[in-house]
């Protein structure tokens, strides 16, 4: 057992996100085999992934704010604080916040057998498909 040292907060990348976004890690992958991976994710209001999807699925928990969450074809789906969703794997989706509101969520997968293949990141979610 040991105590695990808090990393630094980042900032996303704005390949992959438009908007404000900041992520905290809480796990990471360690030996043995453990695969799990959890951060805490601040959106700023309006921010947003870009469209991506997980090797092994996504489980997302809403702790503040008003999530907007949609899959590739499907409708905008609100979630609120104390809310859970699950993306199975490889299902396309973005998730952010409101235009008027912070938002943040704690994001919880595992990682793939090699991963650099645990989240495959896609276009980003134009203006339009955010405000529908």
């Known amino acids: ?32 085999g453990q695969r799990m991976v959890v951060s805490r994710v601040r959106f700023a209001p309006g921010a947003r992934t870009a469209w991506h999807s997980h090797a092994r699925g996504q489980t997302l928990y809403v702790t503040q704010g008003v999530a907007l969450v949609q899959s590739r074809g499907g409708e905008i789906i609100e979630l609120h604080p104390g809310q859970t969703i699950y993306t199975p794997p490889g299902e396309e989706h973005w998730h952010g916040a409101t235009p008027d509101d912070f938002m943040e969520h704690l994001a919880m ?20 498909e955010y405000r529908r």
């Not at 040292?5 to 992959?16: D, I, L, Q």
């Not at 997968?109 to 339009?128: F, G, M, Q, R």
């Open 109 to 128: 997968l595992e990682n793939a057998d090699d991963p650099s293949a645990t989240t495959t990141w896609l276009e980003h979610v134009t203006d339009e």
């Open 1 to 32: 057992m040991r105590i695990i040292p808090k990393p630094a907060t980042v900032k996303n990348p704005p390949e992959f996100f438009t908007g404000d976004v900041w992520l905290d890690a809480i796990a990471a992958p360690q030996e043995g």
